[in-house]
């Protein structure tokens, strides 16, 4: 029976004719207040976009692509949306640190004080009004209501908390029902899932997935977990294993979802030993057949775990090495469509390097280019860029507040 607690735990940007200018600020440890830059409008704002670099966490209006504030951070950081469209999780040292992005608000952005603690802060998923974190470092499960954090007023939402058995990196998925998710491994590596009711019983368990990494859910909460030899598809308080039809290796490690779709795009990699980040395959798993199938991209069409996401009507957006976004029809397994955005790019020497990354929010892709120190607009229906911006950083990891 698992035990519950309770705890309380210079930029030059051009859009629509606008110019404006923001100069860099420190790179100091993390801190509560920014540069005091004057917001885009004293207005209520709408979507915000977050973009990390070397020591700092940069605030963009999300339509104009004009700076609202900048923050000192650590070194090295990642960047989550909370799920309640204000707010960013920031994975520091100390945990998953609030980043208040003032998006729908007219107030100003705030690094805050508040913090998630955990010991080597991971993932974080949102599904089903919760937002779900997990640390490393102890395998501990933090879950709260999503709404709950933009309600409350300078201090964290109340917390779950699903204490784990054996620290690794894993994640964690908490289902309408109560069904709680997890990854199973330890310090010498992860093997699968178990899968338990609300009451703490187990349920369902697999080791089948060696190396499991990454989820997603998808319609009717189906939920896919990667594998280094296929993936594990838990539905209906049953788990199914699906083969890679490369073995002993054929690895997927991050799943790309709609939660109105019953299909799931993932990232494929065939060699363990490959130098270099770029793929050139995706899996596409049905979760209503069962079924997992391998997808050969185009030559030229090479993408990391930063470049997939799923957009307009279901369909998923790489942004490739050629410097496009690939339209790809998950129900065909075809490309539809591309849009020339950024100059062609090599892949990174490591996987926490700057290299271009893709976000969605509605129809709108944001897409980094850190070879130009920019980032820019997309709409996903035209393939239109809206808005380019030229920073005097080069942005890493992005997260969009959706106000």
């Keep these: 029976m698992r035990t519950r607690t309770l705890r309380r735990a210079g930029l030059i940007a051009v859009a629509a004719g606008a110019v404006a200018t923001l100069a860099a600020c420190s790179s100091a440890p993390s801190a509560s207040t920014g540069t005091g830059a004057e917001t885009p409008s004293a207005t209520e704002a709408g979507s915000r976009i977050a973009v990390s670099y070397e020591g700092g966490i940069l605030v963009l209006d999300a339509e104009t692509l004009e700076p609202v504030d900048d923050f000192p951070a650590e070194e090295f950081t990642r960047l989550n ?38 010991e080597a802060a991971g993932h974080v998923v949102r599904h089903g009004g919760k937002t779900i974190l997990y640390a490393d470092g102890t395998s501990d499960t933090t879950i709260f209501d999503t709404d709950a954090l933009r309600a409350a007023s300078g201090e964290l939402p109340e917390t779950e908390t699903i204490p784990g058995v054996e620290a690794h990196h894993g994640v964690s998925v908490v289902l309408e029902d109560g069904t709680f998710l997890t990854t199973v491994g330890d310090a010498d590596g992860r093997t699968g899932i178990s899968a338990s009711d609300d009451s703490g019983e187990v ?4 080791d089948a997935c060696p190396g499991v990494h990454g989820e997603g859910t998808a319609a009717d909460e189906a939920v896919v977990f990667g594998c280094e030899n296929g993936a594990l598809l838990y539905r209906e308080g049953e788990i199914l294993k699906l083969d890679a039809p490369d073995q002993p290796y054929g690895r997927m ?4 979802v709609s939660e109105t779709s019953p299909l799931v795009v993932g990232d494929y990699k065939i060699d363990p030993d490959a130098e270099g980040y770029l793929l050139g395959a995706v899996t596409v798993i049905d979760t209503e057949a069962g079924t997992l199938e391998v997808v050969d991209l185009p030559e030229g069409v090479e993408y990391t775990f930063r470049d997939i996401a799923r957009g307009p009507e279901n369909l998923a957006y790489i942004l490739a090495s050629d410097g496009s976004i690939h339209v790809f029809d998950p129900a065909t397994g075809e490309i539809t469509d591309a849009f020339p955005v950024v100059d062609a790019w090599e892949g990174p020497a490591e996987w926490q390097d700057p290299h271009p990354a893709i976000v969605v929010d509605g129809d709108i892709a944001y897409v ?14 035209t393939g239109e860029i809206m808005a380019s911006t030229t920073l005097d950083i080069t942005p890493n990891e992005i997260a969009v507040a959706a106000g």
């Design 368 to 381: 980094t280019e850190p070879a130009a120190d920019a980032i820019h607009a997309v709409d996903l229906t």
């Design 203 to 206: 349920i369902a368990t697999s």
């Design 253 to 256: 490690g991050n799943a790309y």
């Design 81 to 118: 949306p909370a799920g309640d469209g204000r707010h960013v999780l920031v994975t520091m040292s100390e945990g998953f640190q609030v980043l208040d992005t003032a998006a729908g608000s007219a107030d100003q952005p705030e690094l805050t004080d508040l913090i998630f603690e955990a």
